[in-house]
């Protein structure tokens, strides 16, 4: 029964550190102010921001999966891939620490018969090629900016993740590693990392491409929105700051990040514009980059429980 309960107690801890911080945000920050400046915004330059995080987060996204399953010899229509996505959206605000992801496995082993784990490994890797785009759109913003921060370890850890990437030895080393500690170990491991290791060179390019594209977007809505709220920021900090925002709201203690998300944008262009007016382009970011693709994922969300249970 604690086993059973145990997912639903970490997602209501999440919205009840969501909910917390939000409520001390806007004790601190005058509500109606924040209220006042998000009404009074350039509405042309929202309606763009949706645009392009619809555009990338739900089309450019599912081509970028399709792709990656293509890649390991798994032939699904854009359509299907496109609401298998969709779907899964909402179900991430209900299921704890990202777990909503392995459902698109269970789906596709259930509907299409492919192996759970192969498509866990689509789905590694495509987080995998996130980060490594979120590091190089970072230290080109430290390149073109005169911020300082330590450049090391995001340098090595594109050097890392670049290397584990192209080279099959280092994905070897952990399957390896993996066995020497359960032979068990050794079979999953080379399961998960089956895309690695069999998508060409040439794919891993077009994919780490299409990962720039698709992360570079927020660093673009960012930029509109904080033009939308009247607030001059350099491109340069926003391709700094940004990735650093989108790496640590994405720790799975919060529902989608909410609360944690506007915090950092407070704190880290603090010195560009008023708490009140980052406050609400905080929110306007929740809200372009993170709601409206859950609420447009509530189309496809019964087509996508009925995967599972056989009805529609």
């Known amino acids: 029964m604690r086993i059973q309960k145990l997912p639903w107690i970490k997602t209501i801890i999440a919205f ?49 999966w399709r792709s990656i399953l293509g890649g390991l010899g798994h032939a699904l229509s854009f359509r299907e891939v496109f609401s298998i996505r969709s779907g899964c959206l909402p179900l991430k605000v209900i299921f704890p620490l990202k777990s909503s992801e392995l459902l698109k496995a269970f789906y596709l082993k259930k509907t299409e018969g492919i192996p759970a784990s192969r498509v866990a490994s689509s789905i590694i890797l495509d987080k995998t090629l996130n980060i490594l785009a979120l590091l190089a759109i970072f230290l080109a913003g430290l390149s073109a900016s005169d911020i300082e921060i330590p450049r090391l370890f995001p340098v ?24 020497s500690m359960h032979p068990k170990l050794r079979e999953l491991s080379g399961q998960l990392l089956s895309a690695f290791s069999e998508i060409k060179a040439g794919k891993k390019l077009y994919l780490i491409a299409v990962s720039l594209v698709y992360q570079m977007s927020e660093a673009v809505n960012v930029y509109i929105l904080f033009k939308a709220m009247s607030i001059s920021v350099p491109f340069a900090a926003i391709l700094v700051f940004v990735p650093l925002i989108m790496m640590l709201d994405s720790i799975p203690i919060t529902t989608m990040g909410l609360g944690a998300r506007e915090a950092l944008m407070i704190l880290l262009f603090k010195q560009y514009g008023p708490e009140s007016a980052l406050l609400g382009s905080g929110v306007l970011v929740s809200f372009v980059e993170h709601i409206i693709p859950v609420l447009f994922g509530l189309f496809f969300v019964r087509h996508f429980i009925s995967g599972f249970t056989g009805h529609e």
């Open 16 to 64: 009840a550190v969501s909910a917390s911080i939000l409520w001390i945000l806007f004790n601190r920050i005058d509500a109606g102010e924040v209220a006042s400046l998000i009404a009074g915004c350039d509405l042309r330059l929202i309606v763009l921001a949706v645009l392009i995080s619809l555009s990338v987060n739900i089309l450019l996204g599912a081509v970028k």
């Open 156 to 179: 090595s850890a594109l050097l890392f993740i670049t290397l584990f990437l192209f080279w099959t030895r280092a994905q070897g080393v952990v399957i390896k590693l993996a066995g």
